[in-house]
């Protein structure tokens, strides 16, 4: 007889931290996610699930914990992956894009030559919170004219309203706030 696994509460192998990186902001903590095999597991295998009948030619992620599914995720869905990265931190000639955050402003950088015009792109990053991050993403993938077939998330912070800057896109989250 095979064992179903009981299904895990993902949002709740998420630790909150308050007061970080500045008072007032409640930081959403993965890396309790992330060493909770278990937990890690289903949340690889829910994004894998959410995108695996998409036609994906590349994820487009965001450092840093973008990162942290998005090479697990390109090696299952059989796809490039395209880092996004913090200025000066590409070594190759970039296209740059300022974004907000709700605690200051930023900006990311993508390769000119990341991709051709025309492929299809899904743009990964760990959390929707106001949307500037994503924002700033769209309008690299665009500015190397990309498909964006969706955005996707571990976490979606509702009340921030993210999404709304997103209703072009299908969006995809694992986890809802």
């Keep these: 007889m095979i064992l179903k696994k009981k299904k895990i509460d993902l949002a709740a192998t998420i630790r909150d931290i308050p007061d970080f990186p500045k008072q007032g902001i409640l930081f959403r903590d993965i890396t309790t996610l992330l060493s909770d095999k278990d937990a890690h597991k289903q949340a690889v295998d829910g994004f894998v699930n959410l995108l695996k009948n998409k036609q994906i030619d590349y994820i487009v992620a965001a450092e840093s914990r973008g990162f942290l599914f998005a090479g697990t995720l390109s090696y299952l869905l059989n796809c490039g ?3 996004v990265r913090k200025p000066g931190k590409l070594p190759y000639k970039t296209y740059k894009a300022g974004y907000s955050l709700e605690y200051g402003k930023d900006s990311l950088e993508i390769h000119q030559d990341a ?3 025309g492929s299809k792109v899904l743009i990964l990053d760990d ?3 106001t949307g500037g991050t994503v924002s700033a993403m769209v309008d690299l993938v665009k500015q190397l004219k990309g498909e964006i077939m969706g955005v996707a998330f571990l976490i979606e912070l509702t009340d921030l309203k993210g999404r709304d800057k997103l209703k072009d896109y299908p969006v995809y989250s694992l986890i809802k706030y």
């Design 115 to 117: 991709f051709k015009a």
């Design 127 to 129: 959390l929707l919170a």
């Design 81 to 83: 992956l395209v880092p």
